[in-house]
């Protein structure tokens, strides 16, 4: 079983930047991919940004493309997400996925607000 745990959210105005922290237990098995989803009120959990381990390949939602980054540090069991130019439709709880092996591992969410 993989522990999987977010931090970092809070509440900004527009235009501020906010760093995403997702953490991941050992485990025996390697890190295949790693994401980052959100969750506004009355809608859908959608991906915004994952990231391969292997090679390093990254993909983003269209909305937050050129304002987003996801990164791993050297070990990849921690993740960020560097979030610039935020806007109100950012806001949300963002999650972090972590697959590892066969499993999908989700953490508890981290609440994101922007202000107007």
Known sequence: QVQVAESGGDLVQTGGSLRLRC????????????????????????????????????????????????????????????????KPEDSGVYYCVVMVGLGEYWGQGTQVTVSS
């Open 23 to 86: 953490e991941a237990s050992e485990s025996d098995f390697a890190i295949v991919a790693m994401g980052w989803y959100r969750q506004a009120p009355g809608k859908q959990r959608e991906l915004v940004a994952a990231l391969l381990t292997d090679g390093g390949r990254t993909n983003y939602t269209e909305s937050v493309k050129g304002r987003f980054t996801i990164s791993t540090d050297n070990a990849k069991n921690t993740m960020y997400l560097q979030m610039n130019n935020l």
